[in-house]
């Protein structure tokens, strides 16, 4: 089977969980509008809402959406995703054991940082949450900026060190190379 160019390079369609629709992700927005939580469930929201709350007080523009049973991930990350497109700041999707998160001020490295440990807590949202929270307020234990400076930093220095020797070699002058062998002592004794 052959693959076609255009088809590796097209960007897939975004798939809500089920029973999501265009209409749910309006009702979602406008339920975040209040106390920046929305279930779609029915469940209670007031743990939720404090723990958005104390996230935004520690400077996380946190919104928590729920939704009820078991999507993919990547259905989670998709709506995620769409509500980040009008709500701005960080969108955490909890089901029952996945998370999907979506923000525009935290790098996708931290949130599946913070992510791994929201995942797999038996549908207990509030909890799940809050691990996300606490592990997003965790600083970081190995600076990747840095990491990544002294690598580059190290790759320069070696390329301008490589270019200095050959620099080096090639100012040289050229030592005559002396001749040994059967040829060599023919001549002399010829």
Partial sequence: MTVSHTSVFTPMAAELPPNVTEDTVTTINADLADNHVATLDGKDQTELAAVAADARAHGIPLNIVVVPGAPGHESLRDLATEVGGTQHGTVLVLSDDWAGTYSDTIS???????????????????????????????PEAVS???????????????????????????????????????????????
């Fill in 144 to 190: 990747w900026t840095a990491i990544a400076s002294v690598l580059l930093a190290g790759t320069a220095a070696v390329v301008v060190g490589l270019y200095f020797v050959k620099s080096r070699r090639r100012a040289e002058p050229a030592t005559p190379v002396a001749v040994s062998g059967t040829e060599g002592d023919r001549a002399a004794t010829s």
């Fill in 108 to 138: 996708r490295v931290r949130l599946e940082w913070a992510e791994d440990k929201a995942k797999f807590n038996g549908g207990h949202s509030a909890e799940a949450a809050q691990h996300f929270v606490d592990k997003l307020e965790q």
